[in-house]
């Protein structure tokens, strides 16, 4: 049974940083893709960022290009979410997911993902 449990989420001013981390645990972590999602109140899940199951491939939103970066600890099953230059249109709740392959997907196709954690950031 895969638990993911995330941690790091709080409120900030526009502008400032958080780390949001996303602790796995079950099964092999290292052999498996992961993503952050986020979903804001009223509107769809969108993705984030993705990692694959070594860090090579990093996929992101367009939207957080540049001001979001997203690694991983396989030593640690333990993935991360550095966010900065964080704008009031970053609030909402983040969300871990591990999919069942090796790349991460844009789309929902992940077996796994955590309970979320609110992230608000204040003009």
């Known amino acids: 049974q895969v638990q993911l449990v995330e941690s790091g989420g709080g409120l900030v001013q526009a502008g400032g940083s958080l780390r949001l981390s996303c602790v796995a645990s079950?099964?092999?972590?290292?052999?498996?893709?992961m993503a952050w999602f986020r979903q804001a109140p009223g509107k769809e899940r969108e993705f984030v960022a993705g990692i694959s199951y070594s860090g090579s491939r990093t996929p992101y939103a367009d939207s957080v290009k540049g001001r979001f970066t997203i690694s991983r600890d396989n030593a640690k099953n333990t993935v991360y979410l550095q966010m900065n230059t964080l704008k009031p249109e970053d609030t909402a709740v983040y969300y871990c997911?591990?999919?069942?392959?090796?790349?991460?997907?844009?789309?929902?196709?992940?077996?796994?993902w955590g309970q979320g954690t609110q992230v608000t950031v204040s003009s």
């Open positions: 997911a591990q999919r069942n392959a090796f790349y991460p997907t844009e789309t929902g196709e992940y077996a796994y």
């Open positions: 079950g099964r092999t972590f290292s052999d498996y893709a």
